[in-house]
């Protein structure tokens, strides 16, 4: 007799085979970013997840950020980290360790992913002029070097793929005066997404997805159309910081992206389970004429 739990893992994997074939050769966008990259166990997870896809014909792009570690390295140096209305003052000391530790980051993913035996290139957005941008203003006020995309230039990143390597991007760029910006790391993830036309951008952080309401945590809605987001956002049932995450999402989907999952980076193998199963983990959002594959009442 075969015992069930071998079973079970065939299933898993027969499971899986349907969107191994729709996302063949297709561009997925993972912006990771939150929890899963202070812990070492989780980062491991995240970049094997990510070498799976690659290995089996998916073409990832990994979008990070590292907000904790650049506030740690501010820390460091005797600086105190300011925000105004949630986004860091960048000043030129800041921008600089920014910079400093996002390309440190960005050179351990690359680490990582190479030990799999996948070849990846880490990248800014100032390499290949990929992400343009200008200041941003907070409700008017100067914070310094933070900058708005402006214009993506996918080429780089079009080369990257097509010469099958693994690319990994940290949201700094340059705006026309060649000053330095750091960027919102879900911003550029979004932007890229829309850039390079991929079928996914999938949001790693530190929330299991979006809720009907938002102070109950067991109204996880699994899938959204796009009209269904919109309309969480303006009869207000989500909240403070999944407002700009969501409409990340929206725009994404409205420029061409089919699906955006939002997902728990927490949760071991969270980007598996949404890709290669049918009910994923996560929310998922959908363009208004994507089809539900999980009906919540099934
Ligand atoms: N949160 C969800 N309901 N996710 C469904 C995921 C379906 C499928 N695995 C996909 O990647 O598109």
């Not at 690319?167 to 910006?181: A, Q, R």
């Amino acid at each position: 007799m075969v015992n069930q739990k071998y079973l079970d893992k065939a299933e898993t994997l027969i499971e899986a085979l349907p969107y191994i074939q729709r996302f063949n050769r297709k561009i997925v966008v993972v912006k990771y970013g939150g929890s899963a990259m202070l812990d070492e166990e989780l980062k491991a997870n995240v970049i094997k997840d990510v070498v799976l896809l690659k290995l089996i014909g998916f073409k990832p792009i990994i979008v990070h950020g590292g907000g904790k570690e650049i506030s740690r390295w501010v820390n460091k140096v005797g600086m105190e980290p300011r925000f105004v209305n949630g986004l860091r003052v960048t000043d030129k000391d800041t921008m600089e360790i920014a910079e400093m530790v996002l390309a440190k980051v960005n050179k351990e993913l690359v680490t990582l992913v190479e030990s799999l035996g996948v070849q990846a290139v880490g990248i800014s957005g100032k390499d290949g002029g990929l992400l343009q941008c200008h200041k941003k203003l907070s409700k008017g006020e100067d914070i310094g070097y933070v900058g708005d995309i402006e214009k993506v230039n996918p080429k780089v990143l079009q080369d990257l793929l097509e010469k099958d390597f693994l690319p990994i991007v940290f949201p700094i760029g340059f705006d026309t005066n060649f000053d330095s910006y750091n960027i919102n790391a879900d911003d550029a993830a979004c932007a890229i997404a829309e850039a390079v036309h991929a079928e996914k951008l999938v949001f790693l952080s530190d929330i299991e997805g979006v809720y009907k309401d938002k102070d109950d945590p067991s109204s996880l809605i699994s899938e959204l159309h796009v009209h269904e987001a919109e309309k969480l956002i303006s009869d207000g049932y989500v909240g403070g910081g999944m407002i700009p995450k969501l409409q990340n999402c929206i725009d994404a989907i409205e420029e061409g992206v089919n699906r955006v999952h939002i997902l728990d980076g927490r949760i071991p193998h969270s980007l598996l389970l949404e890709i290669f199963t049918n009910k994923g983990i996560g929310t998922a959002i959908l363009r208004e004429d994507g089809e539900k594959y999980y009906n919540e009442h099934e």
